[in-house]
């Protein structure tokens, strides 16, 4: 996608890019504010789950194409739920909650990293893993953009709803969400390959 076609996509979708990033900032908020005020008690439990998980990580003896297979085939089944969805009339619906759990996993795992370990560890360990994190999240926003689109263009399939582009075309659609697989695979290929040497 040229640089005029990547602009025309922006404009011609840009109330529902602003919607998606608002529904994923409310849900980083919220995640962000649960792990705040949760008991003590629970905030231990997910510090040591926390430290187990990283050190059972560390100390894998699995490859690293091991790691880029689990890797992959974990953010394969999650995207292929979104572009399922976007193909039912009220797809969008649940694309929906799923952009809101998303943001609170998020915020709740932000969180849980720096009131669990020092700033300077929690800090390493976010920029070893914000590349990936990046392109998984713009895989989201633009998977989910096309879900909630092409499942209104099948709700409305007997209307006149100009600002749908895809016009319930399924093969446009799903050519579309396939070139989502190049930045899943560069995503797990950083999770794999660069996050272990930083951690």
Known sequence: MNLYLLKRELKENI?????????????TTAGIVVANNINF?????ITI?????LEA?????????????????????????IVLLGYARIGFIFVIIIILFKGVFLGFSIFTIFASIKFFKA?????????SVFLLLL???????????????KLFSNGNITFLKLNNN????????????????????WDAFIVPLIV
């Open 15 to 27: 109330l529902i890019y602003i919607f998606i990033f608002f529904l994923y900032s409310i849900g």
């Open 49 to 53: 789950y926390f430290f187990s998980a």
């Open 139 to 153: 895989v989201l926003i633009r998977a989910s953009e096309l879900s909630i689109e092409f499942s209104f263009a």
């Open 57 to 81: 990580f560390k100390n894998s003896e699995a490859s690293n194409f091991s790691i880029l297979k689990n890797s992959y085939l974990q953010n394969l089944s999650f995207f292929a739920i």
């Open 170 to 189: 399924p093969r446009r659609y799903f050519s579309l969400q396939l070139k989502m697989l190049i930045i899943i695979l560069i995503a797990s290929l």
């Open 123 to 131: 800090a390493v360990l976010l920029i070893s893993i914000s590349p």
């Open 41 to 45: 008690q629970n905030n231990n439990s």
